[in-house]
């Protein structure tokens, strides 16, 4: 299976693992599946970063990409057709950027993503497959 990570699970994967749930470590250690971080991740957390609403302990946004491979992570970019299609994602109640770009490359990529974020379960409705146990 591939699954894409939203960035809280890919700052928990690398900085504290004890806010993930068994499922979810099981799909981690799992060879058989693909795990990938949204380049949207990297923008997301050095914009946070940058504007204090994000502590990283001995680690700067721009190593990131080097921990997720390190850690048998793939980066999936968000490419230009994705983007163009972007407004195919309906607008509802949820309104972060990064998360609707998110949202939004896992179901043109075909990925379930893992998210803790509530919010998600808005988009079941509109293709996403959510996963969080």
């Given at each position: ?65 080097l921990y997720a491979e390190k850690s ?27 998360d609707r770009m998110i949202i939004w ?29």
């Amino acid at each position: 299976m591939k699954y894409l990570l939203d960035t809280h699970v890919f700052l928990w994967s690398l900085f504290d693992t004890s806010k993930l749930s068994k499922s979810v470590k099981d799909i981690m250690l799992n060879e058989n599946n693909d795990l990938f971080v949204s380049s949207i991740s990297f923008w997301e957390i050095s914009l946070k970063y940058s504007i204090g609403k994000l502590k990283l302990e001995n680690v700067k946004p721009d190593e990131l990409p080097l921990y997720a491979e390190k850690s048998g992570f793939e980066i999936l970019n968000f490419d230009e057709l994705t983007a163009a299609a972007f407004y195919k994602l309906p607008c509802l109640d949820h309104f972060n950027p990064f998360d609707r770009m998110i949202i939004w490359q896992s179901i043109n990529s075909d990925m379930i993503i893992i998210s803790k974020d509530e919010k998600f379960k808005e988009y079941i409705q509109h293709g996403v497959r959510l996963f969080w146990s």
